[in-house]
């Protein structure tokens, strides 16, 4: 087991260091009630608007990503997802294969874009 020494050349185990800085903590905290509790207020009561806004970027993030790799193929009436955001000319590459007739999904699997 490790052992540490303190400023005054004793030596200590871990345990009893932990022991100490709770100790020091909890003398700090009970100095210095007055300051601590409107911060800790404040914090308590930040937290759940914190988590909203998180929670939204994260969903307009997922949203956005949905929304630049899936194709809907009318004729199916289905989502297909692909590897990457599609490009213009991923686009046009995919519109020239559906006005010659080839399904999108096969027209995607062929362009090696489709999500396996």
Same mark, same amino acid.
């Given at each position: 087991m490790a052992t540490y020494i303190n400023i005054h050349g004793e030596k200590l185990s871990f345990k009893e260091k932990v022991k100490n800085k709770c100790a020091k903590v909890a003398k700090w905290v009970e100095e210095n009630k007055r300051i601590i509790i409107?911060?800790? !207020?404040? =914090?308590?009561? %930040?937290?759940? %608007?914190? *988590?909203?806004?998180?929670?939204?970027?994260?969903?307009?993030?997922?949203?956005?990503?949905?929304?630049?790799? !899936?194709?809907?193929?009318? %004729?199916?009436? =289905?989502?297909?997802? !692909?590897?990457?955001?599609? =490009?213009?000319?991923?686009? *046009?590459?995919?519109?020239?294969?559906?006005?010659?007739g080839q399904p999108l999904g096969e027209a995607l699997e062929n362009m090696n874009l489709l999500k396996k």
């Open positions: 409107p911060i800790v !207020t404040v =914090c308590v009561m %930040s937290i759940p %608007s914190i *988590l909203k806004a998180a929670n939204k970027r994260a969903e307009i993030k997922e949203d956005k990503i949905r929304r630049t790799r !899936t194709v809907y193929d009318h %004729s199916l009436g =289905c989502y297909w997802e !692909t590897k990457k955001d599609l =490009c213009g000319r991923d686009l *046009l590459e995919i519109e020239r294969r559906k006005m010659a």
